[in-house]
């Protein structure tokens, strides 16, 4: 039976790919900043661990505590929307903490058993903002394309270990915590001059037609997870999915 280990499990993406491990039989360490047991189904496979990626001694207390595990999901993430000039550099900075610096810290943790045991799976869940720029995203859009760069470095640097490394880029979720928490972080960041900017922006969000579940990423998770053979990268939900189609169309055309 093997282990997966999966952070920022409290709501949206991470708590749907626990509830989805487990019921395929998984053991399942679901994390989380303040541990709620009853998010989850009672289950003699799950354990849920207090952890928060910010901190040194948190990661090392919960790794410890984990002890063997098979796959490690970095889906902890904060988001945060507004206009870069108006955004400062501490939110910044809170949002690589997590984003970035927590996702490195977590996988730098987990190697070692990784490379010791020549097995192990690390899949890291960033957004479809690294596949195309979105407006009033900037500083969110960097903390994700720095874990994108970093991933494609490590699968290089792992593959003669054994240790597969994968991407999951979801789309734009109809209605996550994550999603609340970012618009808190929105207060201030929209100065009058970009007041119209944002209107446009957050209309042509709250028309889309296509989005992504959190089963989307469960299942891409799953599918990083168990094939061998999955592509580095795996869009999560169909407007993360055709997004990634239609930028591979233009590279084709611009190749020809």
Known sequence: MRTILITG????????????????????????????????PNS?????????VTKAESIRETIEAAGSIDVLVNNAGIGVLGAFEATPM????????TNTFGLMAMTQ?????????????????????TITPYTLLAAYTASK?????????????????????????????????????????MDGLIPEAYASLAESVFAGMSKA???????????????????ASS???????????ALAAEVDSRRGKMAE
């Open 90 to 97: 501490q939110t910044v900075r809170e949002v690589f903490e």
């Open 9 to 40: 499990c409290s709501s949206g993406f991470g708590l749907e790919t626990a509830r989805y491990f487990l019921e395929r039989d998984w053991k399942v360490i679901a994390t989380m900043r303040t541990p709620q047991q009853d998010l989850l």
């Open 209 to 227: 037609s296509a989005v992504t579940h959190a089963i989307d990423v469960a299942q891409a998770v799953w599918r990083a997870a168990n094939d």
């Open 145 to 185: 394309a720095a874990v994108e760069a970093f991933t494609e470095c490590l699968a290089l640097e792992l593959a003669g270990f054994g240790v597969r490394v994968s991407l999951v880029e979801p789309g734009m979720g109809p209605s996550t915590q994550f999603g609340a928490n970012a618009r808190k972080r």
């Open 44 to 52: 003699d496979r799950l354990r849920v661990l207090a952890l928060d």
């Open 231 to 241: 592509p580095l990268r795996i869009p999560a939900g169909s407007d993360a999915v």
């Open 109 to 129: 943790a987990v190697l070692p058993q990784f490379r010791q045991r020549k097995a192990g799976v690390v899949v890291n869940v960033t957004s479809a903002v």
